[in-house]
């Protein structure tokens, strides 16, 4: 594990992180238990309002709540910088936006007023935004020219979604109001999301996966290159009311090149040992890899892309096949070593420690075969969920499976804590 270019002694308190990552599965249990109720109805329109709560629960609930934990453990640790008061900022940004998450989903399920949603959520993102990106104005490097680019797509996300949820929730008349969801829609996926995946990998992928480096052409160019031609798409799209075929294809290309790059690293990783979180990652690379297709084909073909399956195919290929494969892949590598970490740091403060314990290392925190079997339960969730598509009544074994999958996630993390907890005590 190569940690040369890191500032470990700058890590926040594990606690800081931390709080994301044991709330996100809860997310997800709370996504597959509606899927099950929603049952084969999710099928029939993509704006219903159940399936706008399953959607955010997925994207603000788990994928963004483990993205606010990532950012506030790396930023310290790769660019040095210290966030202020860091337990104090990560309660308050955690609570409003697990309470903002629920209030959302909860009022598209439910009928509830989604004023306090907005506030909320508002006050949560633009305060994560705000606070981040000033810990950011004073360094400099690739991974945080990412961070910043997909800081800022998270504004334009985040803006056009409470702009959106104004509309909703007052039911005013909101001109190009389709156009404005489809582009909050990718530049949550693709923007933020998609980015800060892509900039995360650049740091944790050759550290975690002991690969050689990212090319630093490719680390220099990419993300601002994919932000750029976004915005392009964003203007065209607004100015001429559909979609731009061939910015469409060159988004899709930008993505292919960090999918192909990444693959090449991993054949090329200097250990050849099994590791379970190469699993996580493969199986996220073909998601990507078949969205993009499925993405350049209704492209190309129009007919295609008004088929009624067209949306929700993307959106599983996209959110389940790749995004929530990656970040369950890079959960049982960070929480691990955090734990590892912050064990190693007590153990050796002479100030604090009265005892010397044997530290676990990073493969007994979380054993492989605990994160292998939640990986293959996940997996068959996916596929049950995929074939739904010409099956509807399978959806209800795909949420089935779904949901014993997020709970042996919370359950793995859970267990790596309570460890951590035994061996702290045990130092003291």
């Known amino acids: 594990m190569n940690t040369a270019n890191l500032a470990l002694q700058q890590t926040p308190p594990l606690s800081v992180p931390v709080r994301f990552f044991i709330t996100a599965p809860l997310f997800g ?25 399953l959607t955010h629960l997925f994207t603000l609930g788990f994928v963004s709540m483990v993205m606010f934990g990532a950012i506030l453990q790396l930023l310290p640790v790769v660019a040095g910088t210290v966030i202020p008061k860091p337990v104090l900022t990560s309660t308050i940004i955690h609570f409003l936006l697990t ?33 981040v990106g000033y810990c950011l104005i004073q360094v400099k490097g690739n991974i945080i020219v990412g961070m910043r680019l997909s800081l800022l797509a998270l504004l334009i996300t985040g803006g056009l979604g409470i702009i959106l949820a104004i509309r909703f929730a007052y039911g005013i008349t909101l001109p190009l109001a389709m156009i404005l969801v489809n582009i909050h829609l990718t530049w949550g996926l693709v923007g933020w999301v998609g980015l800060l995946i892509i900039a995360i990998a650049y740091q944790v992928v050759p550290m975690f ?28 799209y607004l100015w001429l009311g559909s979609n731009i075929g061939w910015i469409s294809i060159l988004i899709s290309l930008g993505l292919a090149t960090f999918v192909a790059k990444t693959l090449h690293l991993q054949i090329k990783r200097l250990r050849k040992i099994p590791d379970v979180t190469l699993d996580f990652w493969r199986v996220g690379a073909v998601g990507l890899l078949l969205s993009i297709i499925l993405w ?12 009624p ?21 890079m959960l049982y590598k960070i929480i691990p070593f955090l734990v590892w970490l912050h064990l190693q740091n007590q153990q050796l403060n002479p100030l604090k420690t009265m005892n010397m314990v044997r530290i676990p290392h990073m493969k007994q925190i ?7 079997r939640q990986f293959w339960v996940y997996l068959i969730a996916l596929s049950c ?43 003291q």
């Open 99 to 131: 309470v903002g998450s629920l209030s959302l989903t909860g009022g598209f399920i439910f009928g509830y007023d989604l004023r306090i949603a907005i506030v909320l959520l508002g006050l949560s993102f633009f305060g994560f935004i705000a606070i």
């Open 29 to 53: 249990i709370l996504a597959s238990l509606l899927l099950i109720y929603i049952g084969s109805d999710i099928f029939n329109s993509r704006w219903g309002l159940n399936t706008l709560a």
């Open 296 to 307: 350049i084909a209704g492209t190309i073909w129009i007919k295609l892309a008004n088929q």
């Open 209 to 236: 996966q002991i690969t050689p480096q990212y090319n630093a052409k490719l680390m220099r160019w990419l993300i601002p290159t994919l932000f750029i031609i976004l915005l392009l798409w964003t203007l065209a």
């Open 385 to 427: 969920t995929i074939l739904a598509l010409i099956f509807p009544n399978l959806i209800y074994l795909a949420g089935i499976i779904l949901l014993g999958s997020f709970i042996l996630l919370e359950y793995n993390m859970l267990k790596a804590l309570k460890l951590y907890r035994s061996v702290l005590i045990s130092l």
């Open 366 to 372: 979380i054993p492989s075969k605990l994160a292998k």
């Open 309 to 329: 399956f067209y949306p929700l195919l993307l959106f599983i290929l996209f959110i389940g096949g790749f995004v929530l494969m990656v970040i369950q892949g």
